[in-house]
């Protein structure tokens, strides 16, 4: 039979799961309302050029068509953005990319609202676009923002570690490479969409799929020149974000469409290629790295230079370039070299946040490099790896200390141990004929939280309902990857009460607490410590009334049991709904408040890069192994068994874990292998899934996940973050074994069977 | 909106299409409906043919096959005749589109969408398939070479319909071998497709071969010289190398958003030594 207690280590099906897969489960999408009508956004489609008129005389005269809204119509900063405020609701100047929002149409059907679109008129000078970061960078390139002091830098920066450049002379052995990462697409289920409605008493409600309801309240308050107090953001399910909604998409233009729709629910959702076309991406990221080591293979120094191309908006660019260069050099002591980065404007689609943040491109340049090197000392890779690998009390490449659990070394040698390590020979000596094979390894590591400026904290709400159940005000979006089940699994595990007793309500600022985003790999970490502290306080409260009630002087002396509290001498019970009806609505509600630990240590004088978020105090690591197959006859690479060993702490629920590990391995061979978001001159090339291609089942081997379960002392139940490191391994893991296959380290991602092909240049029939 | 019509019996159909002169006609939809997404003006009358089930199935004499144009890709891999006797059109569909594109998509769509990237369509030229294209008043026989003409082209009048492809049994080949190259393995349009029949003799000459390419040109190609040069040769690297120049000289791919036509060629070439794999 199965149990439907709770606990913390053992697998919990999600319970949206069959809600989900039976189309129950509410999505943003689903809202309709009374009376609605339709909005849609009128896109630039040029990459640069000054707007300098919008007409929509045509536009008002089509049938169905409400009105149509330019920046004129906003009496806010019109800009939006988390760090710097540069991108507008709606152009105002100029524009900058080509799927820049230049006016917002309303009306009463779809397909007036499509004939409305294409019946607004532009009148632009187009301007010659900011193609790449390369000619961003030359003297004399055309600005994508004239009044920014670094021309077209968004963010640069520098961290000197240890001698800096003068260590390069004490190295034995150096290895030179540069690596080039290409732009990616989230490919979510749900594509960008909401619902909004301007009540009687002027105050916006927005149900929209987003990571961030607290933050996109402030930014549409900000943009449209209201009070946040005004305005709500209610998140149901989210089918899916990977980063792409950290940050505003909809909810700025919905709540001005609902401003001018005259008390009617106004919809938006977005069709594949408007999402592809507006949404934000993976950062293409270019990577010069130089890797010293002493003869033994003790590394010595690195000097790295990244460069992100961040398309013509912050969005979340400089905070992935610090993060990118706080994990620039590994998992390794590195006790010598410099960090270069520089964040970079362009006229392409906008970069921002995407599962990886950064460390996904620096962390395929260093396993790369480290590979190369290996091979150039007739070293072993995963010697080289183990010798340089983190402890505890290390100093990372940055010069933070590591404070906090560290497993990079057991990752590694629970690899070496693996059936998959130790037959890799056998594996590549049965090679059919025009194939070649090849294992590549990876050691990664992936930071939690936000840093040491900007607070990374949680409130969680629980409450006693008159049902006797308990009702969880999730803070933090779950947009798929299963934190809802977790913050469950806290409070029925803390509780004792099964899964009949747990209710949830999903995140909406009128009834949630402000708790951060749903990202950075923080969300069971943060939101799941705060509720740790709710749970606890729940139950000395509902012990205490159980005692008063019983005239009981020790409260110590009750426990909590599936549905009741009990006197523990007596065996007297006290039903949680009869305890429920005799308190207080305050009472019953209990918040508590967590905020995470940061890091003290000053690896880097630079205000900006620290407010940008380096370093951070909390990691969470992996090894990774791959087996490739090359074919010789034309250049396509299977990737045969895949295997992951993490210490993201302890399992809270082994099946979600997995389910995390899959996912991120999925979009990450997608990374180093299909996916390729290609622009020319600032134009999309890849405008939907027939041009862009995401690996398929067809193309994703075993997975194997293998958990070290290694308790992290500050974690809810030693648990880390598990969201996004998953991500990084495939990429370096795939190069390598190609590497290891055909004896050529590729440099530019996604490696594709052309690129082989043209390495390899065998002369199969000669 | 559209005006969809959905005839049930083939005179309601050409009614229909006398009528209307500027109806597009459709079966599974699995390529036109995926065309009108993006386009903002919509044909004002579509014919879909999915009821007339008298184009629908599989049937065999003893000399022929025939599969109506309205057979699902599905249904075809179902089919018993055709895993019977036709091996190498079953290895094309399995590689076709998706599990729902192959629910949904017919052969005689796959035929008239006429893309050189079409599945079916190398299998369909080495089986020396012949089309029966029917109207009000006739029907006639086309082989498949010469009824498509180019990428989306076919010899097809307003008021003609693609009605069953027909397969003669003779001669039997052992090797029924295809290969699709694409992107990625599944929901891949291919970026070169080779599909072979072939006998090999018991001292590994080559008996009997008859190949042909897809994606590397207009249509799907297929090249009587080199099939000619081929027989008698060993199949062995040396007797395939001066067949895959010769390949590599005869393609005519282009550059795309999948690959270049440099790749296309080398490709095109190389893909014969697969069939190493069927020497005795």
Redesign the interface.
Known sequence: MKSTQINIGSTLCRPDALLKVSGTAKFAVDYYGQDYIWAGVKRASIPHGTLKNVDCSKALKVPGVLTVLTHKDIHGTNRQGVVKKDQPVLVDDKIRHCGDAVALVLAETKSAL?EGL?AVRTDTKELQPVKDVMSALKPGSPLVHENNAKGNILLAGEIAVGKSLAALKECDVVVEARFETQRQEHAYLETENGWARLDDKGRIEIVCSTQTPFRDRIEVAEALGMDPENIRIIVPNVGGAFGGKDGITVQSLLALAAQHSNGRPVKMWWDR?ESFLASAKRHPCMMAYRLGAKLDGTLHFLDVDIILDTGPYDHLGGVVLALAMEHSGGPYRIPNGLIRGRCVYTNNPVGGAFRGFGVTQVTSAIERAMDLLAEKMGMDRLELRLKNALKAGDRNFVGKTLTTSTGIIECLETLSRHKLWKQKSSWKCGVP??KRRGIGISATMHASGYGPVVPDYANAKLELTTRGSFRIYCGVVDMGQGNTTANIQIVGSLLNQPIEKMEVVLPDTDKTLPSGSASASRCTYTFGNALISGAKIMQERLCQKAADLMMIKDSNEFSMIPGAIRHLPTNREIRLETIARIMDSSEKTVTAYFRAPVATDSVTDDKNLRLHGIPHNLFSYSANLAYVEVDE????VAVADYLTVSDCGNVMNPQIYEQQIQGGVCQGLGLAL?EDF?TLDGRI??KDF??Y?A?????IPDIQSVALGIHEPTGPFGAKGIGEISTNGPLPTIANAIFDATGYMFDKSPI???AI?DALNIN??? | MSKVFMPAQPDELWGILDENPEAVVYAGGTDLLVRLRSRFTKPDCLVCLERLDDLKGVKADDDDIFIGALTTHREMLNDPIIQKDLHILTHALKQLGSPPIRNMGTLGGNIVTASPAGDTLAPLYILNAQLEIGSRNSTRRAPIESFILGPGKVDLAHGEILSRVVVRKVPKFEVHHYEKVGKRNALACSVVSMATLMNVSSNNLISNIRLAWGSVGPTVLRFGDIEHFLVGKPLTVEGLSEAINMIQELVKPIDDIRATACYRREVAGRLLLRLLKYSV
């Open positions: 499509a294409v290629e004929p025009f006859i034309t250049g396509k299909y290609e090339i890849t027939s041009t291609l690996p398929t089942s067809m193309d594709t069977p052309e092909l199969l029939s000669g």
